[in-house]
């Protein structure tokens, strides 16, 4: 069964920092798009941020020039580095990919992991 972890969520003052990590594991072949997505009580789950299986990013503009989105493919890992974070950015963050795995293309949610942001 595939499946995607995430970790590193937690509570934070505003201007600090975060790390937030998502594995994927189980029976695969290829990871294309991996994504972060948050979602703040109230409202829409809305894209942080993408990164392609080549390495293209894109981040939603509420967060270009403070998150960081990266991939190690070895590892099989995506990583959110959230920086000068504020208390709009605080949110239930998921992570979401494309995965081949056995033969069949899936769409893989992970569990969310909770993000604070509050003195």
């Known amino acids: 069964q595939v499946q995607l972890v995430e970790s590193g969520g937690g509570l934070v003052q505003p201007g600090g920092s975060l790390r937030l990590s998502c594995a994927a594991s189980?029976?695969?072949?290829?990871?294309?798009?991996m994504r972060w997505y948050r979602q703040a009580p109230g409202k829409e789950r809305e894209l942080v941020a993408v990164?392609?299986?080549?390495?293209?990013?894109n981040y939603s503009d509420s967060v270009k020039g403070r998150f960081t989105i990266s991939r190690d493919n070895f590892k099989k890992t995506v990583y959110l580095q959230m920086n000068n974070l504020k208390p709009e950015d605080t949110a239930v963050y998921y992570c979401?990919?494309?995965?081949?795995?056995?033969?069949?293309?899936?769409?893989?949610w992970g569990q969310g992991t909770q993000v604070t942001v509050s003195s």
């Open positions: 189980g029976s695969i072949f290829m990871i294309y798009d």
């Open positions: 979401n990919a494309d995965i081949l795995s056995d033969y069949t293309h899936l769409n893989i």
């Open positions: 990164i392609s299986s080549g390495g293209t990013i």
